[in-house]
């Protein structure tokens, strides 16, 4: 089984037919497709969405391809993440996020399944998240100052912030290999 949370929609959803069709010999494919964004995207070949209506319509994209759930990207907002979660939900479709622009908490109860790279766990410990969300509005240096946040935090804290989340069900996936390798 390997769930893709990215990529161009065409080669993602022939790979995937062609193993489900015995065609091609590979794991059952569990994928998202492009990524969701803000403006302008970070990702190559990311749907940037700067409106409600463009977040709806790229989660309706998504469930047409036949996407086994959405990922979500860093300059997703509060506002963005509402509108995306909510056509999700009306079309049951899971939603992945790798956050920048809100905490871990806040997209967990608002209904996110799964937290990518331990995104917004620093942003949703730490006393004033805001300067890791205007980070975010570039990759590199929100990625930086996200690595970074971890020395900064308490046990108290980031304990608090655990059981938080463990009280909303969402899946927290460290990705342990792509921190050690930013670190080197």
Known sequence: VERGLGGPADSLVAWRDGVAGGGITGPRLYISGPMIDGAPATWPGATAATTAGQARSAVGQLVLLGASQAKIYTKVDSALLAAIMDEASTLQLPVAAHLGKID??????????????????????????????????????????????????????????????????VAIVPTLTIHDAFVH
């Open 104 to 169: 871990a908490l806040t997209a967990a109860k608002m209904g996110v399944r799964s937290l990518e790279h331990m995104s917004g766990v620093v942003e949703a410990t730490v006393a004033n998240p805001a300067p890791y969300f205007r980070a975010h509005q570039e990759f590199f240096p929100g990625w930086n100052m996200f690595e970074r946040g971890w020395a900064l935090l308490d046990s108290t804290g980031l304990d608090r912030t655990a059981h938080a989340l463990v009280q909303t069900g």
